[in-house]
């Protein structure tokens, strides 16, 4: 009996343990079936997140043009390299999708991502022993070409999967780099692997920065359900929304003025390996920047390899020298004190006993008694401290350098602006800012306050964006036109200093004879800053210390551009002595403005020189080749057939263009093939990827020593031609 009351003891509460088990299990089951939540997570829409694949559709960033739509900056396709290393996904599949083999995948790609088999390894390993999905592979993993991606698919590795990105990419390397800037990932470092294929290219400098937010577009997405294999569900519930593509942005610059630019400062940095050098080409009639460039300079390609991120044209104020005595000699007309005819003693000029003497730059020397119109021919100082001192006044000489702008910004729609500094504290330093030492500037704002001397007295606004366009829509959504932002001299004023400044390039006494242009009338102004020590105490000294500049107006009569050259501390020593420091100013100058004005069709206004004959292209495509060599032999172009084909296709220069003698024509045969490249100039290489319709990609500057694409080699669509620049003297 005490057996069996036991025993029913221990049954009975069996069974209520067993039924209060099941009534807590019961109920939580009522309570999920009702609220449908577990720890306040919501289960349908858990399960709903588990069932939606969901993929981002990225937007490209908008692309950058010149003023006459050539691409600058663009999204260039490349891929990202993973490994499904999760043996889950190939179940129920046909073939394994996951990488079966580590030690055969790691050895095969190993060559054609240029890394070591042993890094390889270690990361799919490693990802299979923490339980990952996939793995990439770090940066040699990434920007893989069309090229790379195709050979490694031919291999047929199980696992090996791509993801389509973009990088920014830049087709004219060391081209307006300072203006264009660069935009890289913001990611860059990176290299675990990512769940999602998202990245953000980041304007850094120029336009990329400026226009950063306009550029950037919205990405879009596509979702729908999935079962467990990743296969869509009959009722997939798919979900679009298609990405927005950054604005396009097309700036003033012309890209055949920007590339004579880029080849002359080239050529005088080889030359004369100067610590910098600085220039900008202006429309006279628009504010338009129409080229502007910098040395040293970068290829925004390589962003890791810059040595100098400023934009020196407009960001690094410097003591202007003489090309500051055109805005002084026109706030003299203006004010009415000024007379071309009047006299005085050249040499040197005492303000009173206290005061440094100010002398004349050939020592003091001075020419005896000159009149003030040749006083500005030689670019005497003398003659200018009387006229702020004697004749203006200071007070009144400062408003006028307020007038022109020079204490501010002058707006330009570029990132970096600085602003020089007025110095008009002591007499001195008062007369000194009239012919630019003490006082800072840049050359921006020098060739703004110069617009109102080449356009009758109207200060234009200098700008480098066109216009903005929406590529989804088409629409223009900006579009800047000219701005006159302040007048501080009349027309008839900025007619007198024309003339002036022309009699400085054209007279035998002026210091700009060695700016004159064989076609064009030039008014223009010389000028030769000293460069202070970095202690402060006083300025270098030496022949070639200094920052020599020419700020040139053409032609005269009627001003179509304006041009800025400055190259600072030049190796002038010649084997005959020393050379002039205008010497590599004029290269740079005569050769991008005498060339520009042919190419923009101005009409030459010189005719006490002779005419340069122009050439007319003929028509030549469709003929055959025999006949075209025939044909250009009576004419005086350099002409380069590209391939062995019988008839010629296309010309780097339209039927009817007008060019220079002894320009140079490359003919495209219907069997094109690579030439050989060495000794090739950057521009000449460009006309040709244009030709050939491949992309091309430069590194360095100067001319072509090595060609990524063999001589002779026949051409194919997808083909990237990679070349290297070099300075002659390498």
């Known amino acids: 009996m005490k057996k069996n009351k036991q025993t029913n003891r221990v049954a009975g509460l069996l069974m209520v343990f067993f039924v209060g088990t099941f009534s807590i299990v019961?109920?939580?089951?009522?309570?999920?079936?009702?609220?449908?939540?577990?720890?306040?997570?919501?289960?349908?829409?858990?399960?709903?997140?588990?069932?939606?694949?969901?993929?981002?559709?990225?937007?490209?960033?908008?692309?950058?043009?010149?003023?006459?739509?050539?691409?600058?900056?663009?999204d260039r396709p490349t891929y990202r390299l993973y490994a499904v290393v999760n043996k889950a996904y190939s179940t129920n599949q046909e073939h394994p999708v996951h990488v079966e083999d580590p030690e055969k995948t790691a050895k095969k790609l190993a060559p054609l991502l240029d890394t070591d088999e042993s890094m390889l390894l270690s990361r799919i390993e490693e990802g299979i022993k923490k339980g990952k999905d996939q793995v990439e592979f770090g940066n040699a993993g990434k920007h893989l070409s069309q090229k790379t991606k195709d050979k490694i698919t031919d291999?047929?590795?199980?696992?090996?999967?791509?993801?389509?990105?973009?990088?920014?990419?830049?087709?004219?390397?060391?081209?307006?780099?300072?203006?264009?800037?660069?935009?890289?990932?913001?990611?860059?470092?990176?290299?675990?692997?990512?769940?999602?294929?998202?990245?953000?290219?980041?304007?850094?400098?120029?336009?990329?920065?400026?226009?950063?937010?306009?550029?950037?577009?919205?990405?879009?997405?596509?979702?729908?359900?999935?079962?467990?294999?990743?296969?869509?569900?009959?009722?997939?519930?798919?979900?679009?929304?298609?990405?927005?593509h950054g604005k396009d942005v097309y700036l003033t610059i012309d890209q055949k003025i920007q590339t004579l630019l880029e080849d002359a400062m080239a050529e005088v940095e080889t030359e004369y390996n100067p610590k910098r050098i600085t220039a900008i080409v202006m429309d006279a009639k628009t504010g338009e920047v129409i080229a502007m460039g910098n040395r040293p300079s970068y290829n925004p390609n390589e962003p890791e390899s810059v040595e100098n991120w400023y934009n020196d044209a407009i960001s690094i104020p410097f003591e202007p020298g003489?090309?500051?005595?055109?805005?002084?000699?026109?706030?003299?007309?203006?004010?009415?004190?000024?007379?071309?005819?009047?006299?005085?003693?050249?040499?040197?000029?005492?303000?009173?006993?206290?005061?440094?003497?100010?002398?004349?730059?050939?020592?003091?020397?001075?020419?005896?008694?000159?009149?003030?119109?040749?006083?500005?021919?030689?670019?005497s100082n003398v003659a200018t401290a009387k006229l702020v001192w004697e004749k203006l006044g200071p007070e009144a000489y400062l408003e006028y350098v307020k007038a022109f702008d020079f204490d501010k910004p002058t707006g330009i729609d570029l990132p970096g602006e600085n602003v020089g500094k007025i110095l008009y504290n002591w007499p001195r330093e008062k007369v000194t800012t009239g012919f630019g030492q003490g006082t800072t500037l840049t050359p921006i704002q020098q060739m703004k306050a110069a617009t109102a001397i080449a356009n009758g007295g109207k200060m234009l606004q200098p700008y480098v964006i066109k216009k903005i366009v929406d590529p989804n829509t088409g629409d223009i959504i900006q579009e800047n036109k000219p701005t006159v932002v302040g007048e501080p001299i009349s027309e008839k004023t900025s007619k007198q200093v024309l003339d002036l400044l022309g009699d400085a390039v054209s007279s035998k006494k002026g210091t700009g004879k060695i700016y004159e242009l064989s076609d064009y009338s030039v008014a223009g102004k010389t000028g030769t800053a000293q460069i202070p020590n970095e202690d402060g105490s006083g300025y270098l000294g030496g022949h070639g210390n200094h920052i020599y500049s020419f700020l040139g107006i053409a032609p005269k009569e009627d001003p179509q551009l304006i041009m800025y050259v400055s190259v600072k501390q030049p190796h002038l020593l010649t084997d005959d002595g020393m050379e002039s420091g205008s010497a590599p100013v004029s290269f740079i100058y005569k050769n991008v403005m005498e060339n520009s004005l042919h190419y923009l069709n101005i009409e030459p206004d010189k005719e006490e020189h002779e005419k340069i004959e122009m050439v007319k292209i003929p028509d030549v495509e469709g003929k055959r080749v025999t006949e075209v060599k025939k044909q250009f032999k009576e004419i005086p172009l350099r002409v380069t057939f590209i391939g062995e084909g019988k008839k010629v296709v296309a010309s780097s220069v339209k039927k009817g263009t007008e060019v220079l003698p002894n320009n140079e024509v490359i003919l495209l045969t219907d069997q094109p093939a690579m030439p050989d490249l060495t000794g090739w100039s950057m521009r000449s290489v460009l006309q040709l990827a244009d030709l050939l319709n491949i992309d091309v990609e430069m590194t360095g500057h100067g001319y072509v020593s090595s060609q990524s694409i063999k001589k002779d080699r026949e051409i194919k669509n997808n083909d990237t031609l990679k070349v290297k620049l070099r300075p002659p003297n390498e």
């Open 26 to 74: 019961a109920g939580r089951f009522l309570y999920l079936q009702i609220t449908g939540e577990v720890d306040g997570v919501s289960l349908v829409e858990w399960a709903e997140e588990k069932r939606t694949s969901s993929h981002q559709l990225d937007a490209e960033r908008g692309k950058i043009f010149d003023g006459n739509g050539m691409p600058l900056a663009y």
């Open 155 to 244: 291999l047929n590795l199980p696992g090996i999967g791509f993801n389509k990105e973009s990088i920014r990419y830049y087709p004219n390397g060391v081209f307006a780099s300072h203006i264009i800037g660069f935009a890289r990932e913001t990611d860059d470092d990176m290299e675990e692997a990512r769940d999602d294929d998202s990245q953000t290219i980041k304007g850094i400098t120029g336009i990329e920065k400026e226009m950063d937010e306009l550029l950037t577009g919205k990405d879009g997405f596509v979702s729908y359900q999935r079962d467990k294999y990743n296969k869509k569900l009959l009722d997939p519930k798919e979900l679009i929304r298609k990405p927005k």
């Open 322 to 379: 003489s090309t500051m005595k055109m805005f002084t000699w026109a706030a003299a007309i203006e004010e009415g004190v000024y007379n071309g005819k009047d006299t005085y003693k050249s040499g040197s000029y005492r303000i009173n006993e206290r005061i440094i003497p100010i002398n004349d730059h050939n020592g003091g020397e001075g020419w005896g008694t000159i009149t003030y119109d040749e006083g500005f021919l030689r670019s």
